[in-house]
């Protein structure tokens, strides 16, 4: 499985990159404002040390102005995939944009039948977004499980891309299933490693480690 750093905070992104976590980076609206920075130039800064794809999200709804701004968000770097949401004029553009080799995340997806839809257009990445299921009791999970059994029926060459994920178990749980990837904010990533019996074990092992007296 491959891992995508959920977040504009360029820090973040170095840090979780030194740490051998970062494929690739996902933004939206919402981590944009958050950045407090203009969208061209945090992307553009993202991509000069990123080199797996780094997602860039349209804010226009329909398909002339998805189209005008996709073709700014890629222009700033080869590596950008401009994300679109699973609208009509969303699945559209992503036709559009696909056809022109452009990587394309469609994002918002909340169930199959949408991302059957984002398939067909040709999507690069398909983002399921398992918590906000999860949030209003929805099986987030399922969803994940049941676009793998769609596209691996149909041999469908879409990337599903669990998103909106809130928990190491939402990770463990999308590759088990078989996501091919998963973004996730940088807490959640660094989670990964962390487990209190490893902790344990290293303090018991040093304790009866200086007790020897040995140095190495
Ligand atoms: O970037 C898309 C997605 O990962 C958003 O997650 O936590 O805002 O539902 P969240």
Same mark, same amino acid.
């Given at each position: 499985?491959?891992?995508?750093?959920? =977040?504009? @905070?360029?820090?973040?992104?170095?840090?979780?990159?030194?740490?051998? /976590?970062?494929?690739?980076?996902?933004?939206?609206?919402?981590?944009?404002?958050? !950045?407090?920075?203009?969208?061209?130039?945090?992307?553009?800064?993202?991509?000069?040390? +990123?080199?797996?794809?780094?997602?860039?999200?349209? %804010?226009? /709804? *329909?398909?002339?102005?998805?189209?005008?701004?996709?073709? +700014?968000?890629?222009?700033?770097?080869?590596?950008?995939? +401009?994300?679109?949401?699973? =609208?009509?004029?969303?699945?559209? %553009?992503?036709?559009?944009?696909?056809?022109?080799? =452009?990587?394309?995340?469609?994002?918002?997806?909340?169930?199959?039948?949408?991302?059957?839809?984002?398939?067909?257009?040709?999507?690069?990445?398909? !983002?399921?977004?398992?918590?906000?299921? @999860?949030?209003?009791?929805?099986?987030?999970?399922?969803?994940?499980?049941?676009?793998?059994?769609?596209? @691996?029926?149909?041999?469908?060459?879409?990337?599903?891309?669990?998103?909106?994920?809130?928990?190491?178990?939402?990770?463990?749980?999308?590759?088990?299933?078989?996501? *091919?990837?998963?973004?996730?904010?940088?807490? +959640?990533?660094?989670?990964?490693?962390?487990?209190?019996?490893?902790?344990?074990?290293?303090?018991?092992?040093?304790? @009866?480690?200086?007790? =020897?007296?040995?140095?190495?």
């Amino acid at each position: 499985m491959k891992f995508f750093v959920d =977040t504009a @905070d360029v820090k973040d992104i170095r840090e979780c990159q030194e740490m051998g /976590l970062v494929d690739g980076v996902t933004t939206n609206p919402t981590l944009i404002a958050k !950045s407090g920075r203009k969208i061209t130039e945090v992307i553009k800064e993202i991509c000069s040390f +990123v080199e797996g794809p780094v997602s860039a999200e349209v %804010a226009a /709804l *329909d398909y002339d102005g998805m189209m005008r701004e996709g073709d +700014v968000l890629r222009k700033i770097a080869k590596n950008v995939a +401009v994300k679109v949401p699973l =609208t009509v004029d969303g699945l559209r %553009a992503c036709r559009k944009l696909s056809s022109e080799g =452009t990587m394309v995340n469609v994002t918002l997806c909340f169930s199959a039948a949408q991302a059957l839809l984002a398939a067909k257009a040709g999507a690069t990445f398909i !983002s399921p977004f398992i918590g906000r299921l @999860d949030d209003i009791n929805l099986p987030g999970m399922e969803l994940i499980a049941n676009i793998r059994q769609i596209y @691996d029926n149909y041999d469908y060459q879409t990337n599903i891309l669990a998103a909106s994920i809130r928990s190491v178990n939402h990770i463990t749980e999308a590759a088990i299933i078989g996501a *091919d990837y998963a973004t996730a904010p940088p807490a +959640v990533l660094k989670g990964l490693v962390k487990h209190p019996l490893t902790d344990k074990g290293i303090e018991s092992f040093l304790a @009866d480690w200086k007790k =020897t007296g040995q140095t190495i």
